[in-house]
Structure formats: C-alpha cells, structure tokens
C-alpha cells in the first residue's frame, strides 16, 4: 500500500475500535493491529488519537456527493426544504453500515469527553450552517416565513437533533422507537416538522415537490 493507503486503512480500523470501545478505552496498538500496520506507523500518520479523530471526520465529509450537492445549492425556500429532506434522508436512510458506526461513535463521544462530538459540532457551524442560514433568509425575504423569534443558531440545533435522535433510536437494528410508517414515511414526517419548526408556512410546504434523493445515497455508497 502507498502512504495513502495505508493512511485510509489505518482511519477505517479506528473507527469501529472508537465507536465499540470510545476514545480512552481503545489503544494505537489495537488500531494497529487492526489495519495490519505497526504502530510506530500508525504514529507517523496520526501523532495523537485526537489527530485521527479530526481525519475520521473530514474522510466521512470528503468527496461525498451528497455533500457536494449541500454546499453548492442558491440560498432559496426550495432548496431549504430540499437540504432538510436530504438531510433526514442521509442520516436515517443510510442508517447501516459506515453511517452506523459513525452514528454509535457519536454516541460514545457523547458519554465520554465529547471530543469527537464537539469536532462534528464545529464542522456543522462552518460548513452546514451557513447555507441554512442563507436559505432561511432567502425564505424570510420571500415571505415564506413565520414570523420567529431570536435567530437561526438554535432552530438550526433542534432540526439537526431530531435527525440524529430518530438514528440513534435505529442502532440496535430495528427502532426501539414504535413509529408509525416505514423508513421513509418517517423521513417525510420529521422532515415536515422541522421545516415547520423552522417557520416555514404549511401552504409552501404543499407546494413544494421534494427531489429524490436516492441518487445521491447511491452514489455515496
């Protein structure tokens, strides 16, 4: 394998270890054993496990379609209704696998220092953010709007928690939470509360025609 290689085999061995054992419990031994380096190797790519946490996150973002889609969308009431639906979509739809792992990763964050969680934090505020927050201007110039109190930053926060809540309520297989509807009917009825939340009128949302967002998933994966 080439340095690269190598590099990516060393992130993907960490990722599982993080999310099963957390961030104190799991060792650079056991990550290199488990990308089948050595781990002076393992020292030379990532000079702290707190470095392999920052390359977990930015390879989970890179050169991933959906998120190409995300960033270079015009700030408008549909795309706002579109990035929310993508959203829900990306991280409900996509609930096995890599997404999974990512998803309990999170979670052990959450119960440990939270440094990994305070990383994906940061992300979110300079590179979702603001794109949410333009479209919500945009709508709010449009009159599409009601009227809300205070700024963007929290409505921002709830809408990205009811996501990441109804995935984590998938990660024993099944939901642990008895919603009605299948994956999909779910997608659409969070997604419609969010925007509702946000303070998007009910007569926009009727009149908007989601796109599909399957695509983007398939290309992802």
Not at 48 to 72: T, W
Not at 104 to 118: Q, T
Not at 197 to 212: C, E, N, T, Y
């Amino acid at each position: 394998m080439d340095n690269e290689e190598r590099r990516g085999a060393i992130v993907a061995a960490a990722v599982p270890l993080f999310a099963r054992k957390g961030f104190a419990g799991t060792t650079t031994k056991e990550i290199a054993e488990a990308a089948t380096v050595s781990e002076a190797l393992v020292f030379k790519h990532f000079p702290s496990k707190a470095a392999l946490y920052e390359e977990i996150l930015h390879q989970g973002c890179r050169g991933d379609p959906g998120f190409e889609h995300l960033v270079n969308v015009e700030p408008s009431t549909g795309n706002l209704i579109d990035l929310v639906h993508f959203m829900m979509h990306h991280s409900l739809e996509r609930a096995g696998d890599e997404m999974s792992t990512r998803h309990r990763l999170m979670v052990r964050s959450f119960i440990e220092d939270g440094e990994y969680a305070r990383l994906v934090c940061e992300w979110m505020v300079e590179k979702i953010y603001p794109k949410i927050a333009d479209c919500l201007r945009a709508a709010q110039a449009a009159g599409d709007l009601l009227e809300q109190p205070g700024g963007f930053e929290n409505p921002f926060w709830f809408a990205h928690h009811v996501a990441a809540m109804v995935a984590y309520a998938r990660l024993p297989g099944a939901s642990v939470v008895p919603y009605r509807g299948n994956v999909a009917e779910v997608i659409a009825e969070a997604a419609r509360f969010v925007l509702r939340g946000l303070g998007v009128k009910d007569s926009v949302l009727a009149a908007h025609r989601v796109k599909d967002f399957t695509r983007h998933s398939a290309a992802a994966e």
